[in-house]
């Protein structure tokens, strides 16, 4: 599937399925070499993070326990809230856990400070952020990332989980959505 398939929808393919596949490799072996010897809790943020987790966590050879949490600020519009709200908590307690938020994108960072200090809160050991975008122009609030896929413009993005009104995740690739599909 190509950006052709989606018609006049998508502008352009930013991020094509080679790159994403090669970047989750490189990233993939840095996680196993930064918890080796340790019982590390990926989470997942609903429902973005779906396809990078299924695609990261099979990359890994480190032993991992999985759990999701759905949070969401946007709404169906292209623009954050700003308010967190938690619509599915995690079924483990991540007291005294290494954990490692596996997120599809950080676009303000509001979504991301707000989890990590939640997570920390928990008495969880450590929390890192894994993301596959980031778009630096966009930042609001600071949040250190240790792993990140891509930086990409302050665009509307597309696909590989990302979605606009509920639609698009299931593209492989990460594409730019054209304006005329969210002003009509
Ligand atoms: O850095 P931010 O500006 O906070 O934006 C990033 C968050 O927004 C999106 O989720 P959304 O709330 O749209 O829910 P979804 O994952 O179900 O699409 C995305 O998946 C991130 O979780
Ligand atoms: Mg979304």
Do not use: E, P
């Given at each position: 599937m190509d950006a052709s398939d989606m018609g006049e929808d998508l502008?352009?393919?930013?991020?094509d399925a080679d790159q994403i596949d090669r970047r989750l490799d490189q990233i993939a072996a840095q996680i196993d070499r930064d918890y080796a010897g340790r019982d590390l809790l990926l989470v997942g943020v609903l429902k973005g993070a779906v396809v990078v987790m299924a695609d990261l966590s099979r990359k890994l050879h480190s032993p991992v326990e999985i759990d999701w949490m759905a949070v969401s600020s946007?709404?169906?519009?292209?623009?954050?809230?700003g308010v967190v709200r938690i619509l599915k908590d995690l079924d483990?307690?991540?007291?005294?856990r290494d954990v490692l938020i596996v997120e599809d994108i950080i676009d303000s960072g509001l979504t991301l400070s707000w989890l990590k200090d939640n997570l920390e809160t928990r008495g969880a050991s450590s929390v890192r952020i894994a993301a596959l975008l980031r778009k630096p122009d966009a930042v609001k609030v600071e949040v250190e990332v240790a792993y990140v896929g891509f930086d990409i413009p302050n665009e509307f993005v597309v696909g590989y989980g990302l979605d606009y009104d509920e639609r698009y995740?299931?593209?492989p690739f990460v594409g730019t959505l054209a304006p005329h599909v969210y002003s009509d």
């Open positions: 502008t352009k393919v930013l991020v946007y709404g169906s519009g292209t623009k954050s809230s483990t307690d991540v007291h005294d995740r299931h593209l």
